[in-house]
């Protein structure tokens, strides 16, 4: 047997997925490229949560390029369009390849997806694999939505938790309280196979690097590795308040020295269009190559309209061709002195009953 490292192999000065060596490999056993093979390694890339420079990124392009030309049935088929964005891919299409290793409890389930993704599986096994790849996601989100936590530690800068079970899932869990807390999160989940044992998974907003927490206490992980602001370590359960307490420690002091975010691009409703974003996705996806930028847009408080769901609140401009929605301070929209508002946000594309709508997602209101 052989083993391939891309970097005890000096092959990459950086972490690529497995996915991407097997992708090298067969191009080299097969002497051809097979652009399927590409789109796997491109989706691997998200989500293994690789830094998205040098072969990481090309891989990631020629996916989108690849899902939006061949259109692979099992996998647009998750999808519900023919030509998905890089939002659709990270947030509809993996989560559903996902889910079986998140929540399943049988291997089988792990392998179903293999078994999915062989072009070689008839039709009538791929409709029958879809509808238990979507059944395994919801069953994600339910127990996402539902998940109970105790041994909470939160301070000013930082929140750290333990989640009751479902290890899988602390990746998740920890992004969604992130967004919520707008700080540093680490979630921990005993491991399924080892009860005292503690999965945890780090999530932190732009502006820190939480590798060198990593380093400067690897000898206190059983094990540890990820990215600067997507990690994970797992740690001997006696040890959760000592491991609390050194993530909160460098969180605090991470915070006392922030790294200066780039300035908010400014742009005008008419400015929200299909032109301006297909010059914005010549640089997409956003990451480490190419920061993801924010834009701040002003308009009149009286264009929002709050859904009848009370969930989000949206703007149409541009005849309808672009909108503006926000999923919480709705108070804002309730203040007579506020005539307009100045929002900073991002834009993406989004797909409705085959409509293209350019959106701009609110994330903060000045």
């Given at each position: ?7 005890h192999?000096h ?6 997925s497995a ?6 490999v ?8 097979e652009?399927y ?14 830094p998205?420079?040098?072969?990481n ?17 099992n996998?647009t ?12 891919v ?10 079986p ?11 179903r997806v293999?078994s ?10 791929k ?13 994600r ?23 009751d ?13 992130m967004?919520?807390?707008?700080v540093?999160?680490l979630?921990f989940a ?7 044992l503690?999965?945890?998974s780090?999530?932190?907003?732009e ?7 990593l380093?400067k206490n690897?000898?206190k992980?059983v094990a ?5 602001r ?9 040890d959760y ?12 002091l991470?915070?006392l020295?922030?790294v ?12 929200l269009c299909?032109?301006?974003y297909?010059i ?19 308009i009149?408080?009286?264009f ?5 769901s009370?969930?989000v609140?949206?703007?149409?401009l ?9 999923f919480q301070?709705?108070d ?11 929002l ?21 209101v000045k």
């Amino acid at each position: 047997p052989y083993l391939f490292h891309q970097t005890h192999s000096h092959f990459l000065s950086y972490n690529c997925s497995a996915c991407s060596l097997s992708y090298f490999v067969a191009s080299s056993l097969l002497h051809r490229d097979e652009p399927y093979f590409a789109t796997l390694a491109g989706l691997a890339v998200f989500s293994d949560v690789m830094p998205l420079v040098g072969n990481n990124l090309i891989f990631a392009k020629l996916m989108k390029q690849f899902l939006n030309q061949e259109h692979y049935h099992n996998l647009t088929a998750l999808l519900e369009t023919d030509f998905p964005s890089y939002d659709d891919v990270n947030f509809k299409l993996i989560p559903c390849l996902n889910a079986p290793g998140r929540v399943g409890k049988e291997m089988m389930d792990t392998i179903r997806v293999v078994s999915y993704l062989l072009p070689s599986t008839t039709e009538e096994k791929k409709n029958a694999l879809k509808m238990k790849l979507i059944s395994l996601n919801q069953q994600r989100k339910n127990v996402s939505a539902s998940m109970t936590f105790h041994s909470e530690l939160s301070s000013e800068h930082s929140y750290v938790v333990i989640q009751d079970s479902f290890s899988g899932l602390t990746g998740l869990v920890a992004n969604k309280l992130m967004n919520e807390k707008k700080v540093p999160v680490l979630v921990f989940a005993p491991m399924e196979n080892d009860p005292s044992l503690l999965v945890g998974s780090i999530r932190a907003p732009e502006g820190y690097s939480l590798l060198s927490f990593l380093h400067k206490n690897a000898e206190k992980f059983v094990a540890a590795g990820g990215h600067e602001r997507a990690c994970g370590i797992t740690i001997k359960k006696e040890d959760y308040y000592i491991a609390a307490t050194l993530f909160s420690t460098e969180v605090a002091l991470q915070a006392l020295n922030p790294v200066k975010k780039s300035d908010n691009l400014m742009i005008s409703p008419e400015d929200l269009c299909e032109e301006n974003y297909k010059i914005l996705e010549m640089f997409m996806p956003f990451g480490e190559g190419f920061a993801k930028p924010t834009f701040e847009l002003t308009i009149p408080r009286e264009f929002f309209r709050i859904a009848p769901s009370g969930l989000v609140a949206y703007a149409m401009l541009n005849q309808g061709n672009s909108k503006v929605t926000m999923f919480q301070g709705f108070d804002v929209l309730k203040d007579p002195d506020r005539e307009l508002l100045t929002l900073q946000g991002q834009i993406s594309r989004s797909v409705f009953r085959n409509k293209s709508t350019i959106e701009f997602k609110v994330t903060a209101v000045k």
